[in-house]
C-alpha cells in the first residue's frame, strides 16, 4: 500500500523481540501513513485503539475491526476510560498495542500535547512502552490536504522502556518524559507545550 502511494519506508534502531512483549508502540502521528509504517516495521502482532468515527468507514472501518482496534470516543471521558480498559485487558493477556498520545493527526507537522491516557495504561500494566519518532510522513499526507506526496518516511525506534524505569513516576511526569524521548527521536523542538490537566 505504501509503496503504491510512492512512500518508501527506512527504519532506523532496533525493532524489539516479540518474545519480551507485549509493548505499548508509542508515536507522533503526522499523517494517515503512520500505522502503516510502524506496523510494516514491527515483528509482532499489534492491536490498536483509534477514534471511533474510523471504525465506519467501508474499507478501513472493516480492515481495523478484524485485528481487534478499540474504537475510542475522546470528547467523552467515561467512554475514553472504558476504551482503555478493553486495551488493558489485551494487555495484560499478551497483546501489544499501537496508539498515539496525541490523539489525533497534527496540524503543522509538530507535536501536539501528549494526552494522560497511554499512560494510564502504562501504569496499570506494567508494559514495556517502544517509543517511536517518524519523519516526512507529514509531507507525503497532511491532514487537511487531499493530495499525496511521493516520499521517505523514516520510522525511527527508541531504546525500550520497562517498567522498572518508570514504575514511581506519575502519570504527568510519564507523559512528560516520553514525549521528549519520541521528541529527540523525531528532532522536533523539545519545548513542551503549557499542560492543562
Known sequence: MLLSAGQIIKLEGTVPDA????????????S??????IAGTIDEYISAVGGEFQFSWPIWG????????????????????????????????????????EGTRTLTGKMNIFKKGPFHLSLNTDVTIIPI?????????????????PGVIRVRIGEPVSNSYYKN?????????IRNKIALLCDDALVVPEIRD
Open 32 to 37: 494517515m501513513f503512520d500505522q502503516f509504517a
Open 169 to 177: 513516576m506519575s502519570v504527568e511526569e510519564l507523559r512528560d518524559d
Open 133 to 149: 519518532g517518524l519523519i516526512g510522513a507529514y509531507n507525503s499526507k497532511k491532514r487537511n490536504d487531499w493530495r499525496i506526496y
Open 62 to 101: 472493516r480492515l481495523i475491526k478484524r485485528i481487534g482496534a478499540i474504537p475510542i470516543i475522546r470528547e467523552n471521558l467515561e467512554k475514553a476510560i472504558y476504551s482503555l480498559s478493553l486495551a488493558e485487558e489485551e494487555i495484560k493477556k499478551g497483546t501489544s498495542f499501537l496508539i498515539s498520545p
Open 19 to 30: 518474545k519480551d512483549g507485549p509493548h505499548l508502540y508509542l508515536f507522533n502521528h503526522q
